[in-house]
């Protein structure tokens, strides 16, 4: 038998339940994989980029700044949607579309210049001027 969902939860078709949140004061929506489900389905549906941390005791785990399709893709990898609460919806909805203008990737810091990155040597090289076979034998 199964039970209701509560207001932030989603059930999928295979019994399996997710939960949504957001905290108070942030935009970001979190999304809950249920405990003790190590669930190879999080990385073929693209969330598993976007886990936030994972709780080894429980198996538990949060995942963070995921697009809407990803989570979409989890839930039809389970079969599809049940049945779901009111705030999860309204959560989900929030979320950004994988489909956007993607982020800028962060600046590479670029490699100085080869006259930059030679230190002076603390010693002449042999044959160069001031080294041992300008000065002859010693």
Same mark, same amino acid.
């Given at each position: 038998m199964t039970r209701a969902v509560r207001s932030t939860e989603i059930r999928l078709r295979d019994n399996v339940y997710?939960?949504?949140s957001k =905290? +108070?004061?942030s935009d970001t929506v979190m999304f809950y994989a249920p405990p003790r489900h190590r669930d190879p389905k999080i990385d073929t549906s693209g969330l598993g980029p976007h886990q936030s941390w994972f709780e080894?005791? =429980?198996g538990s785990a949060e995942y963070k700044g995921m697009?809407? %399709?990803a989570?979409? *893709?989890y839930c039809r990898l389970h079969g599809g949607v049940a049945e779901a609460? %009111?705030?999860a919806l309204a959560l989900l909805k929030k979320l950004p579309s994988g489909a *956007? %203008? +993607?982020a +800028? *990737? +962060?600046e590479q810091p670029t490699a100085p210049a080869v006259e930059e990155a030679a230190a002076p040597r603390p010693f002449p090289l042999r044959g160069s001027p001031g080294g041992r076979a300008a000065r002859g034998p010693g």
């Open positions: 997710i939960s949504v =905290d +108070p004061g080894p005791g =429980d697009p809407v %399709e989570v979409r *893709a609460g %009111e705030m *956007a %203008e +993607p +800028p *990737a +962060p």
